[in-house]
């Protein structure tokens, strides 16, 4: 059969669910529009028919590597789904070829677009790709400019009459087609322990994966279950839309609920295995829609292999509001069920045809809705909705400038010259994955030329000050090459001279970027700064002897030599030690200042509240006598830095000052008093009643209760 390898080995109790889910696959992906609801599609499936996809084949890659592989698709899945994609097809704006592959290299590869045709083709032919991928080129071409384009490539093998996978892009037309859509699709049923099934996907991915642009659009596929959802996924991406896919039993039902923007609802339906004809329902909002029913069951002579049954329908639908579709299984049996929404959207993205390394490439994408720039902003912020382009492997935001107009920036680097980079600008949210293509070529790097002006940065003269002191001036760039499309870096930088504690920045003026033919370029001009410390000494930045400098040069470490260094002049008048530490000196003299006023008034004591004394000429008297209160008395209040005290004359008068009294009391801490003069001061002892002197240790515990003294004729308590 002209086979390499194989993709799938079937297990033969997989092989009902893979027929079925194959089926499933093709209709749910291949029907799907490719492009907006206003666009018509082209679809062209290249189907393969070798042998190996219905009867075993011996692989021999190698020493030690022989093996007898299963068929991939002894029940006709993809029979099965293409006639499912006939069925959707059918009586729409939708055009579907199907390509199977020819029986020699030299034969024409059959065109199939009617189902009876479909039915009858037979797994006999080799694996000749050339022939089928000419055909499927040529119809593509042919459609009409505006028409959505995409290719479909299902097999089991590796070719036979390709020598190189580089051949594959130019037979496909992907470099002359940057809008054209392509997936690929492998039956893999290997074992990833297996040296044959490891050698042979190894082959395969090498030819697979120059037929399509990115990896994410070649997919192998390892068991009959994974097929529905693989390609729901890979024409999903096609279209922008949203896949539902899964299995009802009989009696189940599956409710979708379609949001705005939907102009299509498609639905595929196929018995999980051989058996009756079973029978579904869909049913939206205008009612239960009429059943696209068939079979693939073969045409006598043509196999043996059991069949079964299918159902399709297709509908518009409002895209103005959002809607509700209930699929129905009847039974009898399980089927795979598969919907595919058809949005009324298309993507467009814009980007130069030739760029440079190093410049900044401006990338401009949009979304459409019924041929008018979408600019919904509810939308934008919902669901997770991102925006990026892809340029080669490189991810680029994407960032929404208003009006539906999304816009990023790249930078091509030494590595992509002379590359053509595929540009893919991408719209996705949970539910919703589109994308425009387009190409970009990449020449030799841009040459940069630096030329500052001034040179040298004259910042001036002035005095410094106590906190520290800057001045700025401005270096333009706009008489350099290509600065204005580079990224430039600058720097202040020490240059040999005494610097004194002199710092320098250099920073983008922002407003000063160029205006190129895509948009706004690199900024033109840079403020230069130089910054004096506080209370600095004399510094001087002088021609011969420039204490700093500015280093302007190219980003990319190629333009390192053409880094152009201008020197930064400038005098500062430092500052006398007075001149600078005054304003502190003063503030700490204030705060002793005030401190010492404080504590002036704070600190001195007073008499207690109810501290009073009774005075006499004679002991007796004392009872007859009414008590004074010390602090109603003269001096008996505290002053600035003064203890209130009572002094008494030896007439027994309260006078104002020390000298003139025989006895003064004194207010000391915490409401105690001391005696602080006493001439010939006595106490009465309570003992022997007897008068006896005042120690000068007692003299300090000042007055005591039920104590009487004298001195001289004059009595108190």
Known sequence: MGWLGAWRVVRAGQAVRRASALAAWLVVVLLAPLASALTRNEVVLILDTSGSMGTPWEYTGGPGLAKTMKPSDPERGAILGALLLEALARGSQDRLTVVAFGATEATAPPLLQQ???????????GTFYRRPLQEARRILSAAPRGDGRVLLFFTDGIPTDIRSPDELPALVGLDA?????????????????????????RQAQAYLGRLVRRPEDLEFLVGGGQVVPAFTRAYARALGSRPEIGRLEAGQSKTLEVGKYVVEVLATTAA?????????????????????????RCAPGVCTAPGRHFEAFRSDNDPG??????????????????????????????????????????????????????????????????????????????????????????????????????VRA????????????????????????????PSPVELGAWTGARLRTERCTRVDLSG?????????????????????????TCEPVPGTEATLPSGLGRPLQWEVCGRAPRCPDDCLSAPGQPALAVVFAGKDPRFAAGAVKVPVLYRVQGLSWLACWWPVLAAVGGALF????????????????????????????????????????????????????????????????????????????????????????????????QWVPLPPEEMTQGLEPSSIYRTGNLYFT
């Open 480 to 504: 350099s090459v290509n600065a204005d499309r580079l990224e430039v870096t600058c720097a202040v930088v020490p240059s040999g001279g005494s610097l004194h504690g002199m710092e320098g």
């Open 321 to 422: 509001q959002a809607s509700r579709w209930t699929l129905t299984s009847a039974g009898p049996g399980a089927i795979e069920y598969g919907f595919i929404l058809r949005y009324d959207f298309a993507a467009r993205v814009a980007v130069r045809a030739v760029a440079n390394v190093g410049d900044q490439v401006p990338v401009e994408a949009e979304m459409i809705f019924q041929a008018k720039t979408f600019a919904d902003e509810e939308f934008f912020r919902a669901d997770g909705f991102e925006a990026y382009a892809l340029v080669g492997t490189t991810r680029v935001p994407l960032v929404h400038r208003g009006g539906g107009k999304f816009a990023g920036v790249f930078v091509p680097d030494a590595g992509s010259k002379g590359l053509t980079l595929p």
């Open 426 to 453: 991408v719209f996705r949210n949970t539910w919703l994955d589109l994308h425009a293509d387009t190409t970009t070529r990449i020449d030799g790097a841009l040459e940069l030329t630096l030329r500052p002006v």
């Open 594 to 689: 005030t401190l010492w006023f404080i504590v002036g008034w704070v600190r001195p004591h007073s008499f207690e509240h109810g501290l009073s004394v009774r005075l006499a000429g004679s002991e007796a008297g004392l009872r007859r006598t009414s008590a004074l209160v010390l602090r109603e008395q003269p001096g008996g209040v505290r002053g600035f830095y003064r203890n209130a005290r009572a002094a008494l004359n030896a007439g027994g008068d309260f006078v104002r000052h020390p000298r003139q009294a025989a006895v003064v009391i004194e207010a000391g801490p915490g409401g105690t008093t001391r005696f602080t003069r006493a001439t010939g001061l006595e106490r009465k002892d309570r003992r022997t009643n």
């Open 177 to 201: 087609d940057p809008e054209l859509d392509s997936f690929a699709l492998g039956l893999w049923s290997g074992e990833s322990n297996d040296p044959s099934d490891a050698a042979f996907r």
């Open 115 to 125: 189902a009876e045709a479909i039915r009858a083709l037979r797994y006999s032919t």
């Open 272 to 296: 999980s295995a051989p058996g009756p004809d079973y029978r579904a329902t869909l049913r939206g909002p205008r009612g239960e829609l009429p059943a696209r029913a068939g079979d693939n």
